[in-house]
Every structure is written in structure tokens, then in C-alpha cells.
């Protein structure tokens, strides 16, 4: 997956550039699927979820790999806060970055994304059901 950066010092800026670009380069911001995409590379993901020791990131993925396969996103809440174990009001960025950073160094992408319609994370399906069979299912979850 491309990854495109800007760097600003201010919201305004970083939107004027972003649009500059979009303006510039039309046919790379459009969201660009290829005619016969690879599959994911399942192995690779098995090998990142043996390597990721934190059990707030593990419970992390099991959590997201749960609601993807409900058809559903999973909302940042203080329930789910306390399930990964982290205090209330701490952010995610180090739990959530502990997979996908190490996921694009194995298989040039990341596992989990933000889905900015629904407002939750998601995981293809393929990646749901690694995550299921390598991690198990998320631990005291209410379902």
C-alpha cells in the first residue's frame, strides 16, 4: 500500500497542501485497486501476531479481528480501554502501532486501519481469521 505524508505546522497548512497535491496529481488520489489484487500474505501475519508481546496490543487485535468478522468496526471507548488493560483516557497510538508498524516492515502494509465512515478500526477478513486462530478469541469481552 502507497503511503503518502504531508508535514505542517498548522491544520490550514497541512489541508492547503493536501489539496495542492490533489490538485497536481489527480490520478494517484484516487483510490486505485488493481484488476487482480495479491492476497494477503497470511503467513506473514501469523509470523507479526507470534511476534507482538504486549497483551494490550494482542487484545487489540482479537477485539478488532472480532467485530470485522461481526461485520462491524470497533469503536475507541473506556470499556475496551480497560479490556486491553490500559488506564482510561490513554490513547492507543503505541498499542495500535505495535502491529501495524511491524506488519509494514514484513509485508509492506498495515493490519488494522481506521475507517473514518464507520468511526472504528477494521481488518480485512482474511487478517480477522489469522488473528482469530493465532491469538484466540478477545478476552472478557461481553458478547
Do not use: K
Request: with cysteine; hydrophobic share 40%.
Amino acid at each position: 500500500m502507497r503511503r503518502i505524508e504531508f508535514e505542517a505546522d498548522t491544520i490550514g497548512e497541512l489541508v492547503d497542501m493536501a489539496r495542492r497535491w490533489v490538485a497536481a496529481y489527480p490520478e494517484l488520489a484516487r483510490d486505485q485497486v488493481p484488476a487482480n489484487p495479491e492476497p494477503p500474505a497470511l503467513e506473514e501475519l501469523q509470523d507479526v501476531l507470534l511476534r507482538i508481546t504486549s497483551p494490550a496490543s494482542q487484545q487489540f487485535l482479537r477485539e478488532v479481528a472480532a467485530q470485522t468478522l461481526a461485520g462491524e468496526v470497533l469503536p475507541i471507548d473506556d470499556a475496551l480501554r480497560v479490556r486491553c488493560g490500559l488506564p482510561p483516557g490513554r490513547t492507543f497510538v503505541g498499542v495500535l502501532g505495535v502491529a501495524n508498524r511491524t506488519m509494514r516492515r514484513r509485508a509492506g502494509r498495515d493490519v488494522v486501519s481506521w475507517d473514518s465512515a464507520a468511526h472504528g478500526y477494521r481488518m480485512s477478513v482474511d487478517d480477522a481469521r489469522v488473528v482469530g486462530e493465532t491469538l484466540g478469541p478477545p478476552i472478557g469481552a461481553e458478547r
